[in-house]
């Protein structure tokens, strides 16, 4: 089986020792996912638009698109942050919605909001 991985740059990637995505079985497997870049929005919409154009961007380097998602799950701090994603996460997703699950956790740096990761058909 060939792996494929794909890094993004970001500045746990060396630090934590993962990779942005793997195409590995036929899937791409992007990792969970925060705002990306020295200027992180300070709102949750904001930082859900910022990690999903990092998701595009390594589906895009995988081949494929989110309209071959099968699977996403949202973490975020504050479950109640979540509604304001609803609709990005529509528009994104369209007609295409993969199963999902949402998860109320700490994240790694207490300045993000929403953490998204998905798994898609290569």
Same mark, same amino acid.
Not at 19 to 37: D, I, N
Not at 64 to 72: C, I, L, Q, Y
Not at 91 to 100: E, Q
């Given at each position: 089986m060939t792996i494929q991985r794909i890094r993004s740059g970001g500045i746990y990637e060396d630090r934590i020792? +993962?990779? @942005?995505?793997?195409?590995? =079985? !036929?899937? /791409?497997? /992007?990792? !969970?996912? $925060?705002?990306? !870049? $020295? #200027?992180i929005p300070e709102d949750v919409v904001g930082q859900c638009r910022s990690a999903l154009q990092a998701i595009e961007q390594a589906l895009k380097e995988a081949g $494929?698109?989110?309209?071959?998602? /099968? @699977?996403?799950t949202y973490m975020l701090p504050d479950k109640n942050d979540f509604e304001a994603c609803? *609709? /990005?996460l529509a528009?994104?997703? =369209?007609?295409? *919605? *993969?199963?999902?699950?949402?998860?109320?956790?700490?994240?790694? #740096? *207490?300045? +993000?909001?929403?953490?998204?990761?998905? $798994?898609?058909?290569?």
């Open positions: 020792g +993962y990779c @942005r995505a793997v195409v590995a =079985g !036929g899937f /791409v497997h /992007v990792s !969970g996912t $925060t705002a990306q !870049g $020295t #200027d $494929t698109d989110f309209a071959s998602v /099968v @699977r996403v609803w *609709p /990005v528009k994104t997703f =369209g007609a295409n *919605p *993969p199963a999902a699950t949402m998860i109320e956790c700490d994240l790694i #740096d *207490p300045r +993000y909001r929403i953490e998204i990761e998905v $798994t898609a058909l290569a």
